[in-house]
């Protein structure tokens, strides 16, 4: 089984509906990540968590929210989906300590119409 | 502006050949990390350099990291179609267990 695991693995929805994404880890990290990929851009942080209390926006957090469930789940929410945040988005986590692998999970296509 | 600049975005090169991605800043990094992803797939840890000036080989793959903590190239020798992918750099500069990406450079060996 996969360490990493997201749902959906692809997604089409409309402007202005509501989206979950969840990620589901077994590598027992403490530090979760949200990043979305656009050709280009490579890949961009919008929210990080530490642990299960600690939740932090990242460099593109407006118009995402996430829910850290537990210490294995953390969720991506899009309350009211517009078309420019139609992108891969990739959940990742991390094992305490510098220079540390981080681990992510295969990916959501979501295209906002 | 990215933090990390990838050089060149996008590089085809026939079976057998040789190439060298970059990944240049202006910050200082205590490491930097490459990582691979293919189409479908999350990106996938290559190599942590962590020494100025280190040099590190994985087969046919060698990792150089400047000698001022700010740069790293990525060679690859004789390259197989197996190589194909999106090449990324990716380092905290202010070591906060926040990783910035490069925006990568898409590689394509031909058979």
């Known amino acids: 089984d996969a360490d990493v695991t997201q749902t959906p693995r692809n997604r089409i929805t409309k402007t202005g509906k509501r989206i979950m994404l969840e990620c589901s880890q077994t590598?027992?990290?403490?530090?979760m990540y949200w990043y979305r990929q656009d050709p280009g851009l490579g890949l961009r942080l919008i929210y990080y968590?530490?642990?299960?209390?600690?939740?932090n926006k990242g460099e593109i957090s407006d118009g995402y929210s996430v829910s850290r469930q537990a210490q294995a789940k953390f969720s991506l929410s899009l309350e009211s989906a517009i078309p420019n945040q139609t992108a891969l988005y990739f959940c990742a986590t991390r094992a305490v300590g510098p220079g540390n692998e981080q681990f992510f999970g295969p990916g959501t296509r979501l295209t906002v119409l | 502006t990215q933090l990390l600049e990838q050089s060149p975005q996008f590089l085809s090169i026939q079976e057998g050949e040789n190439l060298t991605v970059y990944c240049n800043s202006s910050s200082v990094f205590s490491s930097l990390q490459w990582y691979r992803q293919e189409p479908g797939e999350g990106p996938v840890l290559l190599v942590t350099?962590?020494?100025?000036?280190e040099v590190k080989k994985l087969k046919r793959l060698t990792f150089q990291f400047g000698d001022a903590r700010k740069d790293s190239s990525l060679h690859i020798t004789a390259a197989q179609p197996g190589d194909t992918g999106l090449y990324l750099c990716a380092g905290d500069p202010a070591n906060d267990y926040k990783l910035s990406f490069g925006a990568g450079t898409t590689v394509t060996v031909r058979a």
């Open positions: 590598k027992g990290h403490d530090r």
């Open positions: 968590s530490f642990d299960v209390k600690d939740i």
């Open positions: 350099v962590v020494t100025g000036g």
